[in-house]
T-cell receptor, first 110, second 113 residues
Framework: DAGITQSPRHKVTETGTPVTLRCHQT?????MYWYRQDPGHGLRLIHY???????DKGEVSDGYSVSRSKTEDFLLTLESATSSQTSVYFC?????????FGPGTRLLVL | GESVGLHLPTLSVQEGDNSIINCAYS??????FIWYKQESGKGPQFIID?????DKRQGQRVTVLLNKTVKHLSLQIAATQPGDSAVYFC????????????FGKGTLLTVNP
């Protein structure tokens, strides 16, 4: 799994609170991605990074921000969580041939 | 709509049978395709990939077929086992896209003992 860890693995929060999810990789991969997975939608790209301090939006970026201050860490922040952001969040890195995924973070926004 | 999709959302097979999971794509510029397997509560796991200059690629018990004429991709699993029960996704990569994959919604494969 390319040494990808995500924290926390589970989180329950209230609407309006900020939430930060962390992705950590040990493979020194340049590209990193945040996806959300919802029934009926599959995996959808939120944001991605193509290097330290280099990030760009994916198809469902509204309400999310990211930061990449080190190669190994890619943070996803929900500035003010909403119930529509209840989902499972996956981080991925781009290896030589393919993308490798972390174990996921299950987020419930009440 | 999705540019990558699956014909069947669920597939149920008997243990030992062969399984075929299908996927359609719409962008003829896509040059790389991947199949992922996702078990319950886990992240997607790479199974096999194929480039657009190939028609077929084989792995261990899995084969991916690519038909560029009709923009169709399939995953064949030989002698399906209970451990193969999972959701299978195809993904499409368009050249020059910073490796951004587009995923299909997935097919749930259930293997009956």
């Amino acid at each position: 799994d390319a040494g990808i860890t995500q924290s926390p693995r589970h989180k329950v929060t209230e609407t309006g609170t900020p939430v930060t999810l962390r992705c950590h990789q040990t493979e020194n991969h340049r590209y990193m991605y945040w996806y959300r997975q919802d029934p009926g939608h599959g995996l959808r790209l939120i944001h991605y990074s193509y290097g330290v301090k280099d990030t760009d939006k994916g198809e469902v970026s509204d309400g999310y921000s990211v930061s990449r201050s080190k190669t190994e860490d890619f943070l996803l922040t929900l500035e003010s969580a909403t119930s529509s952001q209840t989902s499972v969040y996956f981080c991925a890195t781009q290896g030589e041939e393919t993308q490798y995924f972390g174990p996921g973070t299950r987020l419930l926004v009440l | 709509g999705e540019s990558v999709g699956l014909h069947l959302p669920t597939l149920s097979v008997q243990e030992g049978d062969n399984s075929i999971i299908n996927c359609a794509y719409s962008n003829s510029a896509s040059d790389y395709f991947i199949w992922y397997k996702q078990e319950s509560g886990k992240g997607p796991q790479f199974i096999i990939d194929i480039r657009s200059n190939m028609d077929k690629r084989q792995g261990q018990r899995v084969t991916v077929l690519l038909n560029k004429t009709v923009k169709h991709l399939s995953l064949q699993i030989a002698a399906t086992q209970p451990g193969d029960s999972a959701v299978y996704f195809c993904a499409e990569l368009r050249g020059g896209s910073n490796y951004k994959l587009t995923f299909g919604k997935g097919t749930l494969l259930t293997v009956n003992p």
